[in-house]
């Protein structure tokens, strides 16, 4: 994923809301890059979120996990299971950003409590100062922009060392500017647009949500990391389907 964002390419991403590894598994089996591994909103304990991880490693496919806010072990355990990296929801300020930053982050970035003893650090098998440098250098600090207040420090954020990319939600940043679930709304866009520009203008990575019809547009954009989808929606769709074939029969 890293290797393919250093080269300007799409990193394809979806979005896994059921707590198993077979959905992370038949994803990566699909050729995704990345499964995002929802913890906002999704109860899954973190042995469950370890072995969904395992279920799309095991097939090269590489997995973000959006934290729960609170804790800073919230931050740092997703890492030591050798999540690719950690997306944060709702950050609303420069100082948000930097308390993500140092706890995500080691020295002299930030201030992540250091371990190695867990699957990132090979299980302490990895020298500290490869740990350290893999660690800052490959592992994702992705924060979200999706509220109207996080624009005031937009710029400052894009600027902040230890912040590796802006992911706008559509969704929550509609809600935030008073037009739920309407995220074409102009405000919304709008703001769209100027995470890109801050993103870019500071040589950090964009991202957001998307769908095969827009992907193009986005990219175009400058977004090089987009959720195109869910697991959840994949289902519900499906099933669906099936039901209105056979309902149509008449039987």
Same mark, same amino acid.
Request: a negative charge.
């Given at each position: 994923?890293?290797?393919? #964002? @250093?080269?300007?390419?799409?990193?394809?991403?979806?979005?896994?809301?059921?707590?198993?590894?077979?959905?992370?598994?038949?994803?990566?089996?699909?050729?995704?890059?990345?499964?995002?591994?929802?913890? *906002?909103?999704?109860?899954?304990?973190?042995?469950?979120?370890?072995?969904?991880?395992?279920?799309?490693?095991?097939?090269?496919?590489?997995?973000?996990?959006?934290?729960?806010?609170?804790?800073?072990?919230? #931050?740092?355990?997703?890492?030591?299971?050798?999540?690719?990296?950690?997306?944060?929801?709702?950050?609303?300020?420069?100082?948000?950003?930097?308390?993500?930053?140092?706890?995500?982050?080691?020295?002299?970035?930030?201030?992540?409590?250091?371990?190695?003893?867990?699957?990132?650090?090979?299980?302490?098998?990895?020298?500290?100062?490869?740990?350290? @440098?893999?660690?800052?250098?490959?592992? #994702?600090?992705?924060?979200?922009?999706?509220?109207? *207040?996080?624009?005031?420090?937009?710029? @400052?954020? !894009?600027?902040?060392?230890?912040?590796?990319?802006?992911?706008?939600?559509?969704?929550?940043?509609?809600?935030?500017?008073?037009?739920?679930?309407?995220?074409?709304?102009?405000?919304?866009? *709008? !703001?769209?647009?100027?995470?890109?520009?801050?993103? @870019?203008?500071?040589?950090?990575?964009?991202?957001?949500?998307?769908?095969?019809?827009?992907?193009?547009? #986005?990219?175009?954009?400058?977004?090089?990391?987009?959720?195109?989808? !869910?697991?959840?929606?994949?289902?519900?769709?499906?099933?669906?389907?099936?039901?209105?074939?056979?309902?149509?029969?008449?039987?």
């Amino acid at each position: 994923m890293i290797e393919k #964002l @250093k080269r300007d390419e799409l990193v394809t991403c979806l979005k896994i809301n059921i707590t198993d590894n077979i959905p992370t598994e038949i994803a990566a089996m699909c050729g995704v890059d990345c499964v995002w591994l929802d913890m *906002e909103h999704v109860a899954a304990d973190y042995s469950q979120v370890n072995k969904a991880m395992l279920g799309a490693k095991m097939h090269g496919t590489e997995v973000i996990v959006r934290t729960p806010r609170g804790a800073y072990s919230n #931050l740092t355990r997703p890492l030591e299971m050798d999540a690719s990296g950690v997306m944060v929801p709702h950050v609303m300020s420069y100082e948000d950003a930097k308390e993500v930053v140092y706890y995500t982050k080691f020295h002299p970035i930030g201030r992540r409590p250091l371990d190695g003893g867990n699957a990132d650090g090979m299980y302490c098998m990895l020298d500290q100062d490869s740990y350290l @440098k893999y660690s800052n250098e490959e592992k #994702l600090t992705i924060i979200q922009i999706e509220d109207v *207040e996080a624009l005031e420090d937009l710029d @400052k954020i !894009a600027a902040l060392e230890g912040i590796d990319m802006l992911f706008f939600g559509p969704a929550d940043f509609s809600q935030s500017v008073g037009c739920p679930e309407n995220i074409w709304n102009e405000k919304t866009l *709008e !703001a769209r647009k100027k995470v890109v520009e801050a993103a @870019k203008a500071h040589g950090k990575y964009a991202g957001t949500v998307g769908g095969t019809g827009n992907v193009k547009e #986005l990219y175009d954009m400058g977004f090089r990391f987009v959720n195109l989808g !869910a697991d959840v929606v994949a289902l519900s769709s499906y099933f669906g389907n099936i039901i209105s074939e056979v309902k149509k029969l008449g039987l």
